[in-house]
Structure formats: structure tokens, C-alpha cells
């Protein structure tokens, strides 16, 4: 027992190392600091050592005074199954049917025509989740962003690439994640470094939503790789490219913070770039349309660089720091690639939107232009998207 507690504190402790070396807490920012490093983690420990601390105490006088980590635990906040829906409960104290999150998928049925909900007792699961393509239907639930957290720390080096490096990968259809944060703790890339790439989700089936979740990370957070997705009043964290890959997704009011580092004014250097959209041909649909969300952190950033050649991203009413690099996107160094990608912006505010300094090939598009990207008809949500 006692080994496995020392182990649990050296995880958190080592977790709080992490954070702090990937940049968690944004010094001296206009933007609001990134909640997770103010709240989850202070949380947390101070749970972990008062355990600890009970169990010390109480060794000699069980019977006296049966003093339990789950005396607290809130059955009445897990959901009842019903005739629709199977409920699989996770709390890392062992308060319910589960430890971790992947014995809980593991637990869902293949190719359940229910509703699989995975309620998500509020702490930090340290832990690589893999969700695969027969287990639809599943929904995380978490008790709050900041309060409840998948964390892991490959990178591409340690997982075979990039795509692989997530700390949670999804691959089923139907997935859908509610008030939870996904982390990749590994270090923040060096100047120079290569390997450091480190997803913390990776989102690869079709008609996903997520509602107030968390994305956090450095190089490569969000992989957005394929099918259609709506995000809703998330924050997400990252440095270069930090949401990237080929998916058809709608973000509505949602945070987007970059953690490069800070560039002092009339430097001319930009590092880092906020999207990195994989759109290989004009025979695809994909794009990423981000309508009503705010921009903001350190570093100096491109809107969008163009990882493929038909790479397809707008932004409308969306908020903007002097963080945007005045040119906004990026070619890769490709001019070919100027008539092929699509980059729009629709009335977006604040310094980083001033449009006078553009690249060429940016667009400032009209009302006709725009209309098809501002609503969840971008991702045929009438079809499948459950309101909440
Ligand atoms: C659930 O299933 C039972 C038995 O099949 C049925 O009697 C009941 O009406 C169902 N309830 C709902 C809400 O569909
Ligand atoms: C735990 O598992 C038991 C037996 O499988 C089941 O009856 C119960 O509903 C489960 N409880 C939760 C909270 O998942
Ligand atoms: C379950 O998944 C299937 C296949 O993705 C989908 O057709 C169905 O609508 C889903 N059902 C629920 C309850 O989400
Ligand atoms: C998320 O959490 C907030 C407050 O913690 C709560 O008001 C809201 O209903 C939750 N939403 C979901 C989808 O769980
Ligand atoms: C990844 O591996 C390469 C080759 O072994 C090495 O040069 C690089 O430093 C590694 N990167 C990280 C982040 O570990
Ligand atoms: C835009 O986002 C802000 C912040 O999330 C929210 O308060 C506001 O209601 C949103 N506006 C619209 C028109 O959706
Ligand atoms: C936009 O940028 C140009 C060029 O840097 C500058 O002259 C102009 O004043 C800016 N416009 C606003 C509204 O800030
Ligand atoms: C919007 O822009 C498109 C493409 O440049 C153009 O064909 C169309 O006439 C414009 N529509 C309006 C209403 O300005
Ligand atoms: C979404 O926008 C389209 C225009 O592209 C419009 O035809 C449609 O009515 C809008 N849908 C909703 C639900 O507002």
C-alpha cells in the first residue's frame, strides 16, 4: 500500500513537473491564464495527501472510526441506466466499478446500439485511453474541465509518430465528450528539437461532439484527423499546429491559446501557427470553421498553414491579439499551393484580425462566401449532432 501511494504522489508530482516545463501557467498575459494549472492540479495533490495522511492516522483504530476516500463519493451524481443507455462508472479512488478509464471501454459492448456513458469521477487519470472503432457510442463525462483530466506523455518518439502519440485516441463513430480535459504532458519542444510532437486527443470517427472540454498540450494538441466534428465552448492549448489534420469541424465559442514563446515587439520572428489543416484534394469536403471564438496567449502565430495542398480554414466573429502574425498564413514555403488552399476570415475583431498586411491569397470573404461555414449545417449536424 504504502509503495502504491508513493507511486501515486511521484505521478502527480511528476505531472506538476511536466506542467510546468511544457509552459502551463502563462506569466504576464493579457489572456486569461490557463485554468487547469490554477485549479486542477493544487486540487488534486491536496487530495492525494490527505488520503495519504487518513490512512496514517487511522491504522490502529479502524474499528473505531471507519474513515473512507468514498465516504464523499456522490452516487446521486451518476447517471441511472435506462432502457437507452448503459452507465459505466470510473473513479480512481475505486469508489465504483472502475479505476481507469480504459477498463470502463473495455467494458462497453462491441457495436452497442445504446448510449455508453462513461461517467468520469472528477481527478486526474494518468493514463494512454484507445477507444476502437467497434465501441460506438460512447460518452465521456467529466465533472468539469478543470476538474477532471486524462493525462498522458508520449510523443512521437516514444509512440512510433505523431498520430499515434495521443493520450486519448478515438476511433469509433458517435463519440461525444462532455466537461473533461485531455492532456499531453510530455516536454515542449526545444528550438530545433524533433520527435516532440505530442497529441493529447485524437479524434478519427465520425459524428463526434465535445462540450466543454479541454485540450491541452504543446506540438500537434488537437488531432482532428478525420469525419465530422463539433466543438463547443472548449479550450484548447498548444504552441505550433495545435489543431491539425483532415477532419470536417465546427468550433463555436471556444478558447484558442497558444503557449509559443513570447516575442518581443519589432522582432520579426513568428512561432508558431494555430491550424494546420490536411485537405489532399478538392474532391474532399474537409475544413475546420471557427465562428465566434476567441484568440489569444504569447507567441507570435499563423492562422492556419498549409500542412496539404487544398488545406481549408475560416474564422468568422471570432476575437484576435496582436499574437496573429500580421501576414496571418502560411504556404509552407509552396507557392502552388496559393490557388488551392482556401483561407477565409468573416468578421473577426481585435489587433490580430487587421487584414491590411495579408498574404495574397487570404480571403475576406462576403456574406455569401461566409454563410456556409457559421452554422452546424457545415457538419450536416441536423443529421446526427444531439442537442444537450
Ligand atoms: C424499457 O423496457 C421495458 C421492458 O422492455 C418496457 O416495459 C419499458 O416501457 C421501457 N421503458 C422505456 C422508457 O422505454
Ligand atoms: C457496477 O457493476 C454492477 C455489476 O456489474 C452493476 O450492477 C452496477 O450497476 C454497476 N454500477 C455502476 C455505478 O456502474
Ligand atoms: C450508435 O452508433 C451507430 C453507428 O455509428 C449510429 O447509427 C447510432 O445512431 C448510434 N446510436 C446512438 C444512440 O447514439
Ligand atoms: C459542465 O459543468 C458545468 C459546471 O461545472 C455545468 O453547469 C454544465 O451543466 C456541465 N455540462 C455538461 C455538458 O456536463
Ligand atoms: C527523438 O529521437 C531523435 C533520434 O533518436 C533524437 O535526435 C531526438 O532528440 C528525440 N526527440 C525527443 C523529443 O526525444
Ligand atoms: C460568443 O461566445 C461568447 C463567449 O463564449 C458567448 O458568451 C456568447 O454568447 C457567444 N455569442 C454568440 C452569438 O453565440
Ligand atoms: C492595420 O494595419 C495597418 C498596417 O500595419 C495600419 O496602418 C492600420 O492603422 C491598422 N488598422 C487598424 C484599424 O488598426
Ligand atoms: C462574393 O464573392 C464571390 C466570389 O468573389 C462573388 O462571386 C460574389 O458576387 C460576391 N457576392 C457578394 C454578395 O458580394
Ligand atoms: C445555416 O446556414 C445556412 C446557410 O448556409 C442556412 O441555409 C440555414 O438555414 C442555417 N441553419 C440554421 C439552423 O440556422
Not at 484507445?130 to 460506438?136: A, E, G, L, S
Not at 502519440?165 to 504532458?185: D, L, R, T
Not at 506540438?219 to 504552441?239: N, P, V, W
Request: with cysteine; proline share 4%.
Amino acid at each position: 500500500m504504502a509503495t502504491t501511494l508513493k507511486g501515486i504522489s511521484l505521478i502527480f508530482i511528476s505531472i506538476l513537473a511536466a506542467l510546468i516545463a511544457a509552459r502551463f501557467i502563462v506569466p504576464n498575459s493579457a489572456y486569461p491564464r490557463s485554468p487547469i494549472a490554477s485549479k486542477l492540479i493544487p486540487f488534486e495533490i491536496g487530495s492525494c495527501c490527505r488520503r495519504r495522511h487518513h490512512h496514517h492516522h487511522n491504522r490502529h483504530d479502524d474499528k473505531k472510526e471507519k474513515v473512507s476516500i468514498c465516504d464523499n463519493f456522490r452516487h446521486d451524481l451518476v447517471p441511472p441506466a435506462t432502457n437507452a443507455t448503459s452507465v459505466f462508472c470510473v473513479d480512481h479512488n475505486g469508489c465504483c466499478n472502475f479505476t481507469t478509464v480504459q477498463a470502463a471501454v473495455d467494458a462497453v459492448e462491441t457495436l452497442s446500439q445504446k448510449r455508453n456513458i462513461i461517467w468520469i469521477n472528477q481527478g486526474i487519470y494518468f493514463e494512454k485511453v484507445m477507444v476502437p472503432k467497434t465501441k460506438q457510442n460512447i460518452t465521456f463525462q467529466g465533472q468539469g474541465f478543470e476538474s477532471t483530466a486524462i493525462v498522458y506523455n508520449d510523443n512521437a518518439n516514444s509512440s512510433h509518430g505523431t498520430f499515434y502519440s495521443g493520450s486519448v485516441q478515438v476511433f469509433s463513430n458517435n463519440f461525444i465528450a462532455k466537461n473533461i480535459s485531455f492532456m499531453n504532458v510530455a516536454p515542449m519542444p526545444g528550438p530545433g528539437v524533433v520527435g516532440a510532437q505530442a497529441v493529447a486527443m485524437r479524434i478519427s470517427g465520425d459524428q463526434a461532439a465535445f462540450w466543454g472540454c479541454g485540450f491541452f498540450g504543446a506540438q500537434d494538441t488537437l488531432h482532428d484527423d478525420r469525419g465530422r466534428h463539433y466543438f463547443k465552448e472548449c479550450f484548447i492549448q498548444g504552441s505550433i499546429d495545435f489543431i491539425f489534420g483532415n477532419g470536417k469541424s465546427l468550433y463555436e465559442d471556444c478558447q484558442l491559446m497558444s503557449i509559443a514563446n513570447p516575442v518581443q515587439p519589432g522582432q520579426r520572428i513568428i512561432n508558431g501557427a494555430i491550424t494546420a489543416h490536411g485537405r489532399v484534394s478538392i474532391d474532399e469536403d474537409s475544413g475546420f470553421s471557427f465562428v465566434n471564438c476567441s484568440i489569444g496567449g504569447t507567441g507570435r502565430t499563423w492562422l492556419g498553414r498549409a500542412w496539404r495542398p487544398f488545406s481549408r480554414v475560416v474564422y468568422a466573429f471570432t476575437s484576435m491579439t496582436d499574437i496573429i502574425a500580421p501576414e496571418g498564413w502560411n504556404d509552407l514555403n509552396d507557392p502552388t499551393r496559393d490557388q488551392s488552399i482556401f483561407y477565409g476570415e468573416y468578421k473577426c475583431s481585435g489587433a490580430g484580425a487587421n487584414a491590411t498586411m495579408r498574404v495574397p491569397y487570404a480571403q475576406i470573404l462576403n456574406d455569401t462566401q461566409a454563410a456556409s461555414f457559421l452554422n452546424a449545417s457545415f457538419i450536416n449536424a441536423d443529421l446526427w449532432l444531439q442537442p444537450l
